[in-house]
C-alpha cells in the first residue's frame, strides 16, 4: 500500500491547472445512461472513483470510448444490464447514482448499497422516497436495492425533501428528465455541482429550471440526445492547495478556475490574513510571509461553507495565531483526523462537534493514518508545515478524489514523494 511521504519546509509559490471536478463528473457520467445516443463528457479527472464509474457502465454492457486525454464518448442506449454489483459498488458511494437514470430509462434497476468513505451516516432513503413520489415501486433485499417503474412508466412529481441532499436531487432529478409531466424539488441541493449536471442534462435536451435554488423544476421529455460536454473545474481541490498555500505562508495561481463557487472559503481566507486576486479562470493567493490568523469555521449545505473544506482548515488553524472553533454540522464522524494532528503536536480537543483549536507555531513529524478523502489531505497541509518527515499512510483515500497530488505540491515547491511499504 503506497504512502505519502512529506517534509516540512517552506511556503509553496507557484503555479498549477484545476483538474475538473469528481463530485460533477461522477453524476454526470452517470446521467449518460439516461440518453438515446452518445455523450462526450470532457475534463475528466484522472481519479481512481472515476475509472471505478467507468468500470461501472462497462458492466453494465455500455459502450465507451476514452480517449488519451480521459475525454468518455457513452453510448447509454447501448446498455444491456440493469444490475450495478457489489464488487464495484462497495468502492464508491456515488455508484448509487445509476438508479434513477437506469429506472428512468430501461423501466428498472438493481443497485447495491453504496460504500465510500467512513465519515458518518448518509442515508438513500431520500433518494428512494423522491422515486417513489415518482410511481416507482422499490424493495431493499439482501444488500440491493431493486426497482421497477410503474406501467407506462414514472410520472411527474412534487417531491420535498426532508434534508438538503445532494446526491438525492442529482438521482431523482436524473429520473425526472425523462419523466411523464412536471416534477418539483423542494429543498433541493445547490451546490454547483448540482447546476453543472443540470445544464449537462440540458445541453441534453432535458427541461431544468431553478438549478442552483432551493427549487427544481424538471419538465420530463420523451428522449434525450447526445453532446459534447466540459465538466467544471473542481473547486475542492482548488480550496484545499489555497488552504495548504496559506498554511505555509506561500503564494500561489490557479489556474482553469473561477472564484464564483469558492465564496465561503475564499472570505474564510482572507479573514486568516491572506491577499486574493482573481479573474474568470483563475485564483491567486499571497500570504506575503504572514503566519495566518485562525478563524472560525461552521460547514453549512452550500452556500454555506462545504464539508469537504473543513479538514483543511482545521489543519490550518492547527498552526494558525489564535484560538479557533471548528463545527461540523454535516457529518458525525468528519473530525477524526484531529486525533492525528494531535500526534503531530496539534492543540486540538474535541467537545460534541466541535473542535477547539489553539495554534501553535510548527508542529512536529509523525506517521499518521487518513481515515477518509478530506482527513487525507489535511495530514498532508498538516505534513507541509511540520518539521521532519510525516508518512501519511493509507492515501488511496486521497487517490479517490486528488489528480497527481504529489506532483502538483512537488511543482508548488514542496518536498513530498509517494513511497510502497
Given amino acids: 500500500m503506497d504512502k505519502l511521504l512529506i517534509s516540512g519546509g517552506g511556503p509553496l509559490a507557484g503555479e498549477i491547472r484545476v483538474s475538473g471536478s469528481k463530485n460533477a463528473a461522477l453524476p454526470i457520467l452517470a446521467a449518460t445512461l439516461l440518453s438515446s445516443e452518445p455523450v462526450m463528457v470532457r475534463n475528466l479527472p484522472h ?54 437514470p437506469l ?48 406501467e407506462g412508466g414514472l410520472r411527474g412529481a412534487h417531491v420535498l425533501f426532508d434534508m438538503v441532499t445532494v446526491g438525492g436531487t442529482e438521482n431523482v432529478m436524473m429520473a425526472a428528465a425523462l419523466a411523464k409531466g412536471r416534477t418539483v424539488l423542494e429543498n433541493a441541493a445547490r451546490e454547483p455541482e448540482i447546476v453543472d449536471l443540470a445544464n449537462c442534462l440540458i445541453a441534453m435536451g432535458a427541461k431544468i429550471s431553478g438549478h442552483g435554488s432551493a427549487t427544481i423544476t424538471i419538465d420530463g421529455v420523451e428522449r434525450l440526445h447526445g453532446c459534447t460536454y466540459h465538466v467544471m473545474a473542481d473547486r475542492i481541490e482548488a480550496g484545499t492547495y489555497l488552504v495548504a498555500a496559506a498554511a505555509t505562508r506561500g503564494s500561489i495561481r490557479l489556474r482553469d478556475i473561477g472564484p464564483d463557487t469558492l465564496e465561503a472559503v475564499l472570505v474564510k481566507l482572507v479573514e486568516a490574513g491572506a491577499k486574493i486576486d482573481s479573474g474568470d479562470d483563475w485564483i491567486s493567493l499571497d500570504m506575503e510571509g504572514r503566519r495566518p490568523k485562525a478563524v472560525n469555521i461552521k460547514t453549512m449545505p452550500y452556500p454555506g461553507f462545504p464539508t469537504d473544506m473543513q479538514a483543511q482548515f482545521t489543519a490550518m488553524n492547527a498552526v494558525a495565531d489564535g484560538v479557533s472553533h471548528v463545527t461540523e454540522t454535516i457529518f458525525e464522524n468528519r473530525l477524526i483526523q484531529t486525533h492525528e494532528m494531535n500526534r503531530m503536536g496539534a492543540k486540538i480537543s474535541i467537545e460534541g462537534n466541535t473542535a477547539m483549536i489553539t495554534g501553535t507555531e510548527r508542529l512536529k513529524a509523525a506517521p499518521v493514518m487518513a481515515s477518509d478523502l478530506r482527513a487525507s489531505a489535511s495530514l498532508v497541509i498538516a505534513g507541509l508545515v511540520a518539521d521532519g518527515d510525516t508518512l501519511v499512510d493509507r492515501i488511496y483515500h486521497i487517490d479517490r478524489g486528488y489528480e497527481c497530488i504529489e506532483e502538483k505540491f512537488h511543482a508548488l515547491g514542496a518536498t513530498i514523494r509517494r513511497v510502497a511499504n
Fill in 47 to 100: 481519479l481512481h472513483d472515476i475509472t471505478t464509474m467507468i468500470a461501472l457502465l462497462r458492466s453494465m454492457g455500455t459502450e465507451l470510448i476514452v480517449d488519451e486525454n480521459l475525454g468518455v464518448e457513452i453510448n447509454g442506449s447501448t446498455t444491456t444490464e440493469t444490475t450495478a454489483p457489489y464488487e464495484l459498488v462497495k468502492t464508491m458511494r456515488a455508484s448509487i447514482l445509476v438508479l434513477g
Fill in 103 to 150: 429506472l428512468a430509462h430501461f423501466g428498472h434497476a438493481r443497485v447495491s448499497f453504496p460504500g465510500g468513505c467512513a465519515i458518518g451516516s448518509r442515508p438513500v432513503d431520500q433518494h428512494l422516497r423522491g422515486l417513489e413520489a415518482m410511481g416507482a415501486i422499490i424493495d431493499v433485499d439482501a444488500g440491493y436495492i431493486t426497482a421497477r417503474a410503474p
